[in-house]
């Protein structure tokens, strides 16, 4: 890949990534360990055109990234844990009302504010379900400096094209590491913008469906007038409770998703002749699951590694893949375990599913991870 050679920071991979993507509106609040997405976009997005805005708390920020987008404006916030609580309730207001909205939660240790400081991946199953009521959930989880690059870029070309809000799970270690990183050449990375209208304001609906499940998008300020809320809607923007449209509705924002497995499912799965056990991880605990993977081969002992990018939704397929092949399968992850409970679900019982769990602020070593290899082989 040609390109900009850079030394960056996991934080500020995001902020160039979301750059890159063409995103021109930052609102947030600062929060450990996300700050330096907000430093560094207060720095760079006035130089192109763009705003930033420091809000007066997580809600309001997640409030103004929505009305940024709704005039148009690529947007992001950035936050870790108990930000990504608060922004919860205007999260949901987004799905509903289908507004484009990149969220980035550097996750740390909790409940509550935790541990500022250290890492933790015990947002998982709050990024799924967070939010009230039936609602479509996207949510990636690069595992290095590069990927937080590029993903940040996907979030944003998915939430465009899907007219939806995505989530980034990066955490603390990935987020204050450094390493080379590839910036590359403009145009070199596609990328995706909103359904546009192709008809004059004055027969523009808002919520038209005629044309396929993502509605077209005008902007606020461009000679569209619609209605905006998040209560249950018809095509024009305005409140209904009929129940012939609220569930066609609401089964319709299920199918972005459930429709566009190709451009959201992402993984990695690295096969081994002969492997009885399998290792699912994400984040910087798949850094450790490979590390483990490695000494494991060298003692002798084959393993199948499944690397998780796209966390929601979750990849059955390959998870059962995996399960039809081994007897058991590994989980690390930075809580007390939330994804292992996924790939139970999934799997149904085809294979034995162990944890490797650590909630101290510490990361998983591989000598953790390794033992536990050892332990079942």
Not at 107 to 122: D, E, V, W
Not at 225 to 241: A, M, S
Not at 276 to 292: D, E, K, L, M, Q
Request: proline fraction near 7%; charge should be negative; aromatic fraction near 6%.
């Amino acid at each position: 890949m040609s390109g900009k050679e850079v030394f960056y920071q996991g934080n500020e991979a995001c902020a160039e990534g979301a750059l890159y993507a063409g995103c021109r509106f930052f609102a947030g609040y600062p929060i450990t360990p996300s700050t330096e997405v907000a430093e560094f976009l207060a720095r760079r997005l006035p130089r192109v055109g763009g705003a930033f805005i420091q809000m007066e708390d997580e809600i309001a920020a997640m409030a103004a990234v929505i009305g940024a987008s709704l005039v148009g404006k690529k947007s992001l916030t950035a936050t870790s844990g108990p930000g990504y609580s608060l922004k919860m309730e205007n999260l949901g207001y987004a799905c509903i009302a289908e507004v484009p909205c990149v969220i980035v939660n550097v996750m740390r240790g909790g409940p509550s504010t935790g541990l500022p400081t250290g890492p933790s991946q015990s947002d998982v199953m709050q990024a799924r379900w967070g939010t009230h009521g039936d609602h479509p959930a996207i949510a990636l989880a690069p595992a290095s400096v590069q990927e937080i690059f590029t993903e940040t870029v996907r979030a944003f070309n998915i939430s465009e094209r899907l007219r939806t809000p995505v989530s980034l799970l990066t955490d603390e270690i990935i987020g204050h590491m450094r390493e080379r990183i590839i910036i590359p050449p403009e145009g070199e990375l596609e990328i995706w913008d909103r359904p546009r209208p192709t008809v004059p304001p004055e027969q523009y609906k808002p919520y038209d469906i005629s044309e396929g499940i993502i509605p077209p998008m005008a902007d606020f300020g461009s000679g569209y007038r619609y209605h905006v809320t998040g209560l249950n809607h018809d095509e024009t923007g305005f409140p209904t409770n009929k129940p012939s449209l609220v569930q066609p509705e609401e089964e319709r924002l299920m199918a972005k998703v459930t429709e566009n497995l190709d451009i959201l499912e992402k993984h990695e799965y690295t096969e081994k002749e002969g492997a009885r056990i399998g290792v699912v991880s994400f984040g910087s605990s798949a850094r450790s699951s490979r590390a483990a993977i490695g000494l494991a081969a060298e003692a002798g002992i084959k393993v199948d590694f499944l690397r998780l990018i796209t966390l929601w939704p979750f990849p059955e397929d390959a998870a059962v893949q995996m399960a039809d092949k081994v007897d058991t399968i590994i989980v690390p992850e930075m809580n007390l375990g939330q994804m292992i409970e996924e790939v139970q679900r999934s799997i149904a019982g085809r294979a034995e599913v162990v944890g490797v769990n650590r909630a101290d602020g510490e990361p998983i070593t591989p000598a953790q991870i390794l033992d536990r290899i050892r332990e079942v082989a």
